[in-house]
């Protein structure tokens, strides 16, 4: 019969024994905890080994049965503990173990040698253990040389932990704590106190190091972004603020009197502009700098795109709408500088950089500069955006976009953009060329109308040699119109292109019955719109209109314009802009088209009454305000001052 594991587990427990602080016991103490044994005694010495590798107990020969020989030698090592095996054995001795009083020279020397007794025993035990499972036969007498040797390590490592107790009783309570974790199977603590600072290890402290500087910088950029926002939120009310009001009268009146000056009976409305007194200031002004050319790309034989980026940055130094466009100054002869507005082609969406896409015009000083000098890496100056010749999807459910020649640049820049955002509404895209070798944009067109349910292309051209066309050739006509665009009536069209294309498309639109408020037109340099003479005559103040009837100058005297930032003075005879006496007297005023179209040149008058025969650039609530377009504002005869 083997005996249940019970006892051999409280060989462990008294293994520890000798690594408790225990006080000295009289006999009656000892007697509670052993009932039926006899007083302590010294361990007996290690049992001998007899030359078969049995251990005899108390000097007998080894018997046959090795666990009857374990038993007698573990009986004798305990003391008489597996004797007391069903008894309560319950005591202090765990607490004893962790406290680990201090104890007398007696009392140690005692407790060292039953520690080294103990390691020796456990030596022999493992010796026996060895031999025992060494002679084994039966898997049976393995297990029990394996639980001999268990027993054996158990009584060496009780007699080390007393040992090492005794070498300094600071490191006492560790050292228990050590035999106890290990006897439990408890992992021992990977940092030790002693390593801690806050009861943390060194790696917590510094990821709550990091983590609290990372939460400090989200909470510092968090009170910067709001701080931001309410300066722009408070420059926008107050670019935005109270302005006053036009006059009761129809037509807003134009006439500012100078200090001093007596002013004259309110004069009939009339289309002459007026400046009044107080307005609410123009918003900021427009970007103006440099910027790099990063790429050149080639579309056909004449035309050619230019990527622009920031060389400072990721993103563009200003924001612009789908169809605006820059102007571009360049120096193509020594002192002498030129300028040219072209059209954004590329997406509001695309925030690194703006494309421009330019056709090269024997006469164009600008557009040869750029496709003959300009390289990529080059700095190019620009100013801008300018222009109202814009379309975001918000303005009408449906856009019909028609364009000729290098007039298709603003209608890309508004179809990237209504494709970008993923616009739901009807997008009709109409393009005349001369030839199919001039097609720009035509696989990104036919791409795009792959993709987008949405956008319907219709192009007319004429087929060039050696190309594949099967649409319509020629101009686009009334009867493409109609049948490209249903309901051509009731949705929004932009149109822009060469002068005779567009003169053409306006009949046509006419004649299909498109009402002309529907009907926005882009009108810059070479696509400059003729302005219809009966128009003109309407437009032009009376002095004007009766001279050309007379055939004489008209009976305006000379006067000066006084540029009020500039501070110069210069003469204005009456049938010279405002414009070209700035450029006369070295002010700068920004332009493009110098026809009263773009807008580019619009400035504030301050004083004086200003004719004007084309008023397309000026937004009504603009000139209300007092703004006039310096390529159009002629004097009356009165002195004027313009705020530039």
């Known amino acids: 019969m083997h005996k249940p594991k019970g006892r051999y587990a409280l060989t462990a427990i008294s293994a520890c024994a000798l690594a408790l602080p225990v006080h000295a016991q009289d006999a009656a103490e000892h007697s509670a905890h052993h009932p039926g044994g006899a007083a302590p005694t010294a361990m007996a010495t290690p049992p001998a080994m007899n030359s078969g590798g049995s251990v005899a107990a108390n000097g007998q020969p080894a018997s046959k049965d090795p666990m009857g020989s374990m038993k007698s030698m573990m009986q004798e090592m305990m003391g008489g503990d597996f004797e007391n095996e069903g008894k309560d054995r319950r005591g202090p001795f765990f607490a004893q173990l962790l406290n680990f009083p201090a104890l007398s020279n007696e009392e140690k ?181 440099q910027l790099k050319v990063v790429q050149i790309v080639r579309e056909t034989p004449t035309v050619q795109t230019f990527r622009l980026a920031d060389p ?80 975001t999807g918000t303005d009408a459910e449906s856009i019909v976009l028609i364009a000729g020649g290098v007039g298709i640049t603003p209608m890309m820049s508004v179809l990237r953009y209504l494709t970008d955002i993923a616009w739901p509404g009807q997008i009709f895209f ?63 069209v932009h149109l822009c292109g060469p002068p005779g294309m567009m003169a053409a498309m306006r009949e046509q639109l006419a004649e299909l019955g498109v009402p002309e408020a529907q009907l926005h037109t882009e009108a810059f340099g070479p696509a400059s719109l003729p302005t219809d003479a009966t128009e003109i005559a309407v437009k032009e103040a009376p002095a004007t209109a009766a001279a050309k009837r007379t055939g004489s100058k008209p009976a305006v005297a000379p006067t000066t314009v006084t540029f009020s930032i500039s501070g110069v003075s210069a003469p204005l005879p009456s049938d010279e802009t405002v414009l070209e006496a700035a450029e006369e007297a070295g002010v700068e005023i920004p332009y493009a088209c110098r026809v009263g179209e773009c807008g580019v040149c619009v400035t504030k008058l301050l004083a004086g009454e200003v004719s004007m025969a084309v008023e397309t650039g000026l937004a009504p609530e603009d000139k209300a305000k007092g703004y006039v377009l310096a390529c159009q504002a002629r004097s009356t005869g009165q002195p004027l001052v313009v705020e530039a």
Not at 166 to 187: D, K, S, V
Not at 483 to 489: F, H, L
């Open 312 to 391: 400072g940055s990721d993103r563009l130094p200003f924001d612009f709408l789908p169809g605006q466009f820059l102007q571009v100054e360049v120096t193509p002869e020594a002192e002498k500088t030129a300028r040219r507005s072209y059209t954004i082609a590329s997406s509001p969406t695309q925030r690194a950089y703006a494309e421009l896409t330019v056709k090269r015009e024997e006469q164009g000083a600008v557009s040869k500069y750029l496709h003959d000098k300009l390289a990529v890496g080059d700095l190019l100056k620009l100013s801008g955006p300018f222009g109202e010749f814009t379309f």
């Open 109 to 289: 020397q005692a407790l060292a040698g039953k520690a080294n007794q103990r390691t020796a025993d456990g030596l022999a035990l493992i010796d026996a253990g060895n031999a025992a499972a060494m002679h084994a036969q039966t898997p049976q007498a393995r297990l029990d040389a394996a639980r001999q040797l268990r027993e054996g390590l158990d009584l060496l490592k009780s007699g080390a932990a007393a040992q090492a107790a005794l070498q300094g009783e600071g490191q006492a309570p560790a050292a228990a704590q050590n035999w106890f974790r290990e006897q439990l199977g408890i992992a021992s603590p990977v940092h030790e106190g002693g390593q801690q600072r806050f009861g943390v290890s060194p790696s917590h402290l510094l990821l709550m190091l990091f983590l609290g500087l990372v939460s400090a910088s989200l909470i510092v950029l968090q009170m910067l972004r709001l701080r931001r926002v309410r300066k722009l939120v408070g420059a926008t009310n107050a670019a935005s603020g109270p302005a006053v009001g036009a006059p009761a009268s129809g037509l807003p009146k134009t006439s500012t009197q100078l200090a001093g000056t007596p002013g004259p009976p309110a004069p009939e409305p009339s289309p002459k502009t007026v400046a009044e007194p107080t307005v609410s200031p123009r918003p900021s002004k427009r970007w103006s700098g």
């Open 430 to 492: 109409l393009y005349g060329a001369r030839s199919t070798e001039e097609f720009v944009f035509r696989d990104e067109l036919e791409r795009l109308e792959r993709r987008f349910a949405n956008l319907h292309v219709m192009a007319a051209m004429q087929r060039s040699a050696g190309t594949v066309w099967l649409g319509p050739e020629g101009p686009i006509t009334k009867d493409l119109l109609s049948s490209a665009v249903p309901d051509i009536t009731k949705r929004r």
